[in-house]
């Protein structure tokens, strides 16, 4: 069997999908390779707001109203109800001392609480990717993507004049001729080890190994009196020193639920062992085990004994990988979606003319070497709330603002992932994670870490009367307008104009 298109997207996952319906609009004929079948299961679940905000900004540009229903909990609920999805109100941490049960002080110095939208309606959300994944495919075929799925490549054929991929499907051989391939397989994919690509170090980032599944039944972990949103409706992060579990809840009764942690913390801990791990690990976190006392796993766990990874390369003259499939470095912060939909529309444009494949390369490589520096420094202060605290901060804040700026349309204040190529924010950041990675004093750091957030800091964050709650209050958003070059009015005309006041 012989097939032809302009472009060969291999992995049918949300990225692939998105990334083959954006090629249609652009009027390229387009094959999609995918070696199973759907629903499966997939990881990688929560948005945030700038995913959101990417995702739309995609759905606006190449015509794909289908898609804006998605960037909210609200219209999601009203237009999508039977795909599975979870509210996401914000970010919940609490600190915990193994072989402890949870506890507190009036401070409230062992939780963080970080508001990312003012209510439900405009909430974000966690994806069920086995509903949404599947969504997206027959989406992607409606518009015209060539779809084959249960398709095993095996041969990679780089010529002058395109692409040749050759493999079985359906019990006989199958080749696909295509000008452009993308791969959308995941870390370690297909293209990386067909081609034998090399591996690049991420910086700053300790060897960690994770441990996840579904579950149903599990319980509730206990909202305060107050607090800026329901905890749970939420990304949960329950941190230790060596480690960090989550917690996501979807509204079909499955909840997500999985442990990052050191090579050295999961080896003592025996995550490798699957259930009997995920067991231990309850034992020494007696507060958390109480919420899945009668838990059922759903299908089995899956190990993975290397958490983070980089490609050495990422573009060849006629293929590349997504940030999705180039490199990943850990589920803390959920910088997975947003960095995969800022490479699509980087394609896109590459597909358009706009910008070339080493511009592309060199874009991908620095936000992933960024974002490795920020969780490789938040890894070696789990032990340390107010340090992991602080660093957070530099999280949020680069976020916060860069939505905004967008919001505003004003792209050029933050035309890179986590400010990170900011003449100013970007180097003193990494400066901070590489102080906080070789121990210097922490009290240098988080002042530090305060004055390198000031000119960014749109979202009341750092604040210690706060007392580590942060809700949305707008009149921190007026108040600081001038950081983002715009008055009272212009911030009030964005509010209204996307539905946040």
Not at 337 to 360: C, E, K, S, V
Not at 380 to 408: C, K, N, P, V, W
Request: hydrophobic residues 40%.
């Amino acid at each position: 069997m012989e097939h032809r298109a302009d472009i060969a997207i291999i992995g049918a996952g949300f990225g692939g999908s998105l990334m083959a319906m954006v090629a249609r609009r652009l009027g390229r004929s387009v094959m999609l390779i995918e070696r199973g079948t759907h629903p499966r299961f997939a990881i990688g679940e929560s948005t945030t707001p700038l995913a959101n905000l990417l995702l739309q900004q995609l759905a606006e540009e190449y015509d794909l109203p289908q898609l804006l229903p998605f960037r909210r909990w609200g219209e999601w609920q009203r237009e999508h109800s039977g795909i599975g999805c979870g509210l996401k109100r914000g970010f919940s941490f609490f600190h915990h001392t193994l072989g402890q049960a949870f506890s507190d002080d009036e401070q409230r110095s062992r939780q963080l609480l970080v508001a990312a939208s003012p209510r439900d309606e405009v909430a974000d959300t966690h994806w069920f990717r086995a509903d949404f994944d599947q969504h997206l495919v027959n989406e992607a075929q409606r518009l015209g993507v060539e779809y084959f799925e249960q398709t095993e490549l095996t041969n990679f054929d780089e010529q002058p004049a395109g692409v040749t991929l050759g493999g079985r499907r359906n019990g006989g051989s199958v080749r696909f001729h295509a000008g452009f391939v993308i791969d959308a397989t995941g870390p370690r994919g297909w293209l990386h080890r067909t081609l034998g690509l090399a591996k690049r170090e991420l910086p700053m980032m300790p060897a960690t190994s994770g441990l996840f599944a579904h579950f149903n039944n599990v319980g509730a972990w206990p909202s305060a009196v107050g607090a800026p949103y329901p905890v749970e409706d939420a990304a949960v992060h329950h941190v230790f020193d060596g480690g960090w579990v989550w917690i996501l809840k979807f509204n079909n009764g499955i909840t997500s639920a999985g442990v990052g942690a050191t090579r050295q913390r999961a080896d003592e801990l025996g995550l490798a062992k699957g259930e009997a791990g995920w067991q231990r690990l309850l034992a020494k976190l007696p507060s958390l085990a109480k919420q899945f006392i009668g838990a059922e796993l759903v299908g089995g766990f899956v190990f993975t004994p290397e958490l983070s990874f980089c490609s050495g390369q990422i573009t060849g003259a006629r293929w590349a990988l997504l940030p999705s499939s180039a490199g990943f470095v850990d589920p803390l912060l959920s910088s997975g979606f947003p960095l995969t939909l800022l490479g699509i529309q980087r394609l896109a444009n590459l597909l358009d003319g706009g910008i070339d494949l080493a511009d592309y390369e060199r874009r991908t490589l620095a936000e992933l070497d960024q974002v490795s520096r920020l969780v490789g420094a938040l890894y070696a202060s789990m032990g340390d709330f107010e340090l992991f605290t602080a660093l957070t901060q530099i999280y949020f804040a680069a976020l916060s603002y860069s939505e905004t700026a967008h919001r505003l349309g004003k792209p050029e204040l933050a035309e890179s992932f986590l400010l990170r190529d900011h003449p100013e924010f970007g180097p003193a950041t990494r400066g901070i994670c590489e102080s906080v990675v070789r121990l210097a004093k922490r009290k240098e750091v988080l002042a530090k870490v305060r004055k390198t957030i000031e000119p960014f800091n749109v979202a009341g964050l750092a604040d210690p009367a706060k007392r580590n709650w942060y809700p949305v209050n707008i009149d921190d958003l007026f108040s600081t307008a001038a950081k983002l070059n715009s008055s009272e009015s212009e911030i009030r005309e964005m509010l209204l104009r996307e539905q946040l006041l």
